[in-house]
Every structure is written in C-alpha cells, then in structure tokens.
C-alpha cells in the first residue's frame, strides 16, 4: 500500500491512519504497531504525522482530502491529537491506548497481545 496515498479501506472510505508512534513509551509504539496491522489489513493507509505536524502540504492535504481521519494517541499528552487540530484536520475516529486499561510504561518494549485491543477498538469506533 502506499504511504502517499490515502486507502480506501473498510466501508469503501478514503481513511487515513495517524498514530503518536512515540519512542519514548510502550504506548507510543503500540500505536504504531497497531496502526501498520490495520494498513496491511486493508482499513486504511498510513501517513506521516510529522509531515502533518511540519505544515507540508503534501500531507496536510491529504489529510483534509480523507473521508475519514483515525487518530491513536497512546497517552493522555495526545500529541497526534493535537498536531491535527493545530493543523485545523477533523478527527473522525480517536482511540487513547491508555483508556484501554494498558499502563504506559517508559522505553519502546511494548506486549504485543496489546496489539489487537488497540486495533480492534479503532475498529469499534
């Protein structure tokens, strides 16, 4: 799939994924993992929120030409979060792997059965 390019993934809808994919916690990577097995698994397409966080163009507007924004933060310091809202992008779907009752740990070590309960609840909406 091509990170360029948004995906038309699950109910046909052109859905980029965002996630904080922060290294400095297990949260930060989970989110990562979790949004690169919801690319592969054909939901939606990745982007680089650090583009979107650097104001260029390229990725900002794809992000506005989505039909759908998901956003996974993984601690309440929501930093993707706030980088799309500081970059006046809607967020469509937003999960916060710590309400998810997995406690952030420092470093990138992260248990990977966390894994598919941060997918399935982008999922669930």
């Known amino acids: 799939m091509n990170a360029q390019q948004p995906s038309c993934g699950a109910e ?3 859905r980029i994924i965002y996630a904080c ?3 400095g916690s297990n949260v930060g990577q989970l989110t990562n993992a979790a949004a690169c097995q919801l690319t592969v698994e054909g ?3 990745g982007s680089c929120l650090a583009g979107v966080g650097g104001g260029i163009e390229k990725f900002t507007g794809m992000g506005m030409a989505a039909d759908e924004r998901v956003v996974i933060d993984g601690c309440p310091v ?4 706030k980088i799309l ?3 006046g992008l809607a ?6 792997v710590t309400d998810l009752g997995i406690a952030k740990t420092p470093g990138p070590v ?5 894994v598919q309960t941060v997918v399935d609840a982008v999922k669930r909406g």
């Open 21 to 23: 994919s922060g290294l």
């Open 78 to 81: 929501a930093c993707a979060k």
């Open 91 to 96: 967020i469509d779907r937003y999960v916060l």
């Open 43 to 45: 939901y939606g397409g």
């Open 12 to 14: 046909g809808k052109n």
């Open 85 to 87: 809202t500081d970059k």
């Open 110 to 114: 992260f248990a990977e059965r966390d």
